[in-house]
């Protein structure tokens, strides 16, 4: 998730195999046979001479294939030296002056720091970073250069939880460079989705380095209106959107100036059949409607019935299903007109469906319950939609299942307090045991404040001139237990209000439970301290 409304980003790590060195490009070396001795022997040729291409391009070739193997191969070439010989390489002034030859050198720091902490490390501490980039800027009209380099960018920048590995590639310009990749190549899908990916990973989790890449949210727009059909390229141009616009109001603003808001709806219809470009632009659609003023925007473009499409298509990935519950709940979000549209579409029905679907999902239960939440919220239409989706019984079975999980209780107690309004839905709680697992979670989550109150709230709603549900409240000993809570929270004048919402109700053995539980005194105790 990113971020905020967006839960927490995931680096990319560049799944392309593209523009591998044709058969026989690399001499004295079969990557496909070769020994991890003869490999190291291609080491020490490069060691002796910086300039010999044809050994740099092998062991680019031997570290791609040692990736792709899960072998350690790579390890083997880190041990014999090849750090230093391509740092010698890199700052040549071959490297400097001829793009083939930085193109090679690049495209081995690619293979050879992919995805690995460690070998990342010693590369970076060997002062590989500010080489990748001056070269970037030195052969700014090269493709192989630049697709090279951005893609050995994106591979460093993928330790987003190294503070000095990010400055260290703010400091050195990497985002300048970047820029200018998809600035110079926007024609180019190839150095585009390279250098997106470089971003994307340079902006994850890193407030300082998106402020640093502000300057990259047009261009990246533009990407997306060149190349909409592009899945690697609209991926990762969502990725870095959403990553952007993550608990930033101003660089959501900018994201929607910029225009991007459409094409990611687009990008939603368009692709609708790559999972992955519609979870990174279901979470970039999330993250932008994280405020009222993006949120309008979002909701009067379509983007809740795309959303809608791709949620039935992919019922079934879990993943998917996620991040689209995601942005919806934020749509929703305290927005009359977004909520009714949600209602109009179908949307209720859909997310209960997927909460059934993956019941057994405690993170994705909880987002789809979130949704719930916003888009019923003072709807009395959606109220009955929720009860005629069948609503009250999934919602009381993902309680009974998730019970220990507070995420999950206090979403689907929210949803319960707000669909219970609705005296159709009131008369069903009961008989479907809502009352029975609503005081089940107050006493497993009675330190808890915010589940705390979403039970309050819903046993308020329940019991609300329902005789039975009153009854039944006392029957299963629900006044001592809604006391007991009380106990914990007497300080807290939000949760002595919901409490004193469930004691209003006109039921002499509810009164009575109080009194003999000692209600009164409690209340009495609770007013004074607020």
Partial sequence: GGGGGGGGAVPVKDASKRKRLPAGAAPNLDVETATTAAAVAIVARLIENPLDVAACEGIGEAARKSYDDGTPMREALLAAGVAGALVALLSSDAAKTTASVAAAG??????????????????VGKGVSPLVVELLRLHPADQDVQIWGCTAI????????????????????????VQAALETHSDDALVVEGALGALLNIVTNNQANKQAAAGCLEPTVE???????????????????????TNDAALRSKCVKAGAVPLVVAALKDLADEPVVVRSACRALRNIADDTATREIVGSIGAVEAIMHVLKRHMLDAS???????????????????????????????????VR?????????ERACHALVNITTNSPANHARCGDAG???????????HIAHA????????????????????AVCGKAGAVEEVLHALRMHKHKPKAVERAFGALANMTAKHSENQELLCNLGGMQTVLDVLRAHRRDPVLVQRVCRVLMNNNAKMHVACAESGGVELLVLSLIHI
């Fill in 106 to 123: 690049l495209r081995t720091v690619r293979w050879m720091v992919r995805g690995s902490s460690s070998i990342i490390l010693d590369f």
């Fill in 154 to 177: 994106l591979a460093i920048a993928w330790l987003e939880d190294d503070d000095a590995v990010q400055k260290g590639l703010r400091s050195e310009g990497a985002v300048d460079a």
């Fill in 223 to 245: 990407a997306m209106r060149k190349h909409g059909k592009v899945a690697g390229v609209i991926r990762r141009a969502c990725g870095v959107l959403g990553n952007m616009a």
């Fill in 407 to 426: 995420g999950v209780v206090q979403q689907a107690c929210g949803v319960l307090w707000s669909i219970s309004a609705n005296a159709a839905n009131r």
């Fill in 357 to 365: 679907t993956h019941h057994s999902n405690a993170a994705l239960v």
């Fill in 391 to 401: 609503g009250l019984d999934v919602l009381v079975a993902v309680l009974r299942e």
């Fill in 320 to 354: 998917v299903t996620q991040r689209a519950s995601g942005a919806l709940g934020n749509i929703a979000c305290n927005h009359q007109g977004n909520r009714t549209k949600c209602g109009d579409v179908g949307c209720i029905g859909v997310l209960v469906d997927v």
